[in-house]
Nanobody, 120 residues
C-alpha cells in the first residue's frame, strides 16, 4: 500500500528526491514518515510530517539538508535530500499512520524501501 522510489547512486554533495506513493487507501489524515537503515545498523528515524503539513520533524543529522513534504490529493509523500553525505547511505523506508512520529513501532503501514548510496 506504500511504494517508495527515487533511490540511487549519487556523489557526496549531490541531491535525490524520494517519493512514497500510497494506494488502496488514503493516507491524507495520517502522519507519515521516513526511516532509514544502514548496513549493520538499526532502523532510525529521519523525518515525519503531520497530515496537514502543519508540522515536520527531523532527526538532527539531516536538519537543514532534507525536506519532507506531502501532496495529499496525490496520496504521496516526498523527501528532498540535498548536500548528501556518505553517512546518508542506507535503505530508506516510508511509513504511515503513527501516534508518535519518530517511533518506528508506532507506524501501521510500511513501504518496501529504496536504496540510497552516496559515494565519497
Amino acid at each position: 500500500q506504500l511504494q517508495a522510489s527515487g533511490g540511487g547512486l549519487v556523489q557526496a554533495g549531490g541531491s535525490l528526491r524520494l517519493s512514497c506513493a500510497g494506494s488502496g487507501r488514503t493516507f491524507n489524515l495520517d502522519t507519515m514518515g521516513w526511516f532509514r537503515q544502514a548496513p549493520g545498523k538499526e532502523r532510525e528515524f529521519v523525518a515525519a510530517i503531520t497530515w496537514s503539513s502543519a508540522r515536520a520533524y527531523y532527526t538532527d543529522s539531516v536538519k537543514g539538508r532534507f525536506t519532507i513534504s506531502r501532496d495529499n490529493p496525490k496520496n504521496t509523500m516526498y523527501l528532498q535530500m540535498n548536500s548528501l553525505k556518505p553517512e546518508d547511505t542506507a535503505v530508506y523506508y516510508c511509513a504511515a499512520k503513527a501516534s508518535m512520529p519518530s517511533v518506528a513501532t508506532s507506524y501501521a503501514y510500511w513501504g518496501q524501501g529504496t536504496l540510497v548510496t552516496v559515494s565519497s
